[in-house]
């Protein structure tokens, strides 16, 4: 059994009326990259505040490292690198000067100082921007300065809140990749984010979280499995009669059917040859068709089917 680096238990957190956080637990291992995937709103950054005590909460308690975690935690803080939502870094600061300036709030070794903070800009990949004062880099680039000043003292446990949001492809792929770098060389990872790709992509173990509650957890395959949807079939139609539906929506593992009007959209649980059988419905009664496409599952459809309603933001 891998050693437990955070534990949750119950956490209640109120602002005002509002339940922020409901009955929330968590349980952490040694060499995770854990994920924790919810829409906005739905407590990831609340919970990442709790946890390093920068919030009281209501209920609940919270270990880190198997002891107990409070605001005066410093031996326990000391081994925590964060990458908050909002970057937070000086604008009066170089590149160089920042990075420099969180690692030394932990490493006062001046040679070891040194060597972190260049193994930290080379890490996201800031080499050509070390004279650039914040103002004048890109998202992406302050979003990689960000966590550079974060990572620089190679903590034990990284928590990372929405770091990708905004972000150029190009500074994406690169942050994903340097986070699993950071945890094949031994950091646990707490990643946030209500983009369900990349958290399918890169962690080894998810919480799906809604409305401040946790209504799934596991790895990407049993999230899955735990859910009646095996495949997704769309067909373009751009005239489809109801009876026609109908006869589909009746053969075999066919749950449910969706039709917009130019789409119809075919929910499978289970069996094979779904896209066959449907496409010889459509055959025998002439019915002209364009593109077909089957999907598998996504932790949208995780999400969906257990809250009732999509993950996905319109436009994200
Ligand atoms: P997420 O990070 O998943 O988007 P948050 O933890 O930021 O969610 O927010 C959870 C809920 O708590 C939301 O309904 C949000 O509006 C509310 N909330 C967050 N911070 C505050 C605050 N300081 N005061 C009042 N309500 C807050
Ligand atoms: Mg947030």
């Not at 534990?7 to 009955?23: Q, W």
């Not at 420099?100 to 490493?107: A, N, P, Q, S, V």
């Not at 800031?126 to 003292?153: Q, T």
Request: with cysteine; net charge neutral; proline share 3%.
């Amino acid at each position: 059994m891998k050693q437990s680096v955070v534990k949750i238990d119950n956490l209640v957190k109120r602002y005002g009326e509002l339940v922020a956080l409901d009955h929330f637990s968590l349980d952490i291992h040694e060499g995770e990259i854990f994920g924790l995937l919810g829409p906005n709103g739905s407590g990831k950054t609340t919970t990442i505040n709790c946890l390093l005590s920068l919030l009281s909460f209501d209920k609940g308690d919270i270990q880190i490292f198997g002891r107990k975690m409070t605001p005066t935690s410093y031996d326990i803080k000391q081994q925590i690198g964060v990458i908050m939502q909002n970057v937070a870094v000086f604008d009066e600061l170089t590149v160089a000067e920042n990075i420099d300036y969180f690692c030394g709030l932990y490493i006062t070794d001046p040679v070891k100082r040194r060597q972190y903070t260049e193994e930290a800009v080379q890490f996201v990949g800031l080499e050509d921007f070390l004279r650039f004062r914040p103002k004048k880099l890109s998202g992406g680039l302050l979003r990689r300065l960000n966590i550079a000043c974060g990572i620089a003292h190679k903590p034990r446990l990284i928590i990372l809140d929405e770091p990708t949001v905004a972000v150029d492809p190009q500074s994406r792929n690169r942050i994903l990749e340097g986070i699993a770098a950071l945890n094949r060389s031994g950091a646990t990872v707490i990643y946030t984010s209500h983009y369900m790709e990349e958290v399918e992509q890169l962690c080894t173990r998810i919480a799906i979280m809604d409305k401040g509650k946790k209504i799934a957890e596991g790895t990407k395959d049993e999230l899955k499995r735990m859910i009646r949807n095996t495949e997704t079939v769309t067909i373009e139609i751009l005239a489809l009669a109801d009876d026609i539906r109908a006869e589909i929506a009746a053969l075999p593992h066919i749950y449910d059917t969706a039709y917009d009007g130019s789409r119809l959209t075919v929910f499978c649980s289970g069996g094979k040859h779904n896209l066959i059988r449907i496409l010889h419905v459509l055959q025998e009664h002439s019915v002209s068709f364009g593109r077909v496409y089957s999907e598998l599952p996504t932790l949208n459809d995780v999400f969906l089917e257990i809250t009732g309603k999509a993950l996905r933001d319109k436009g994200d």
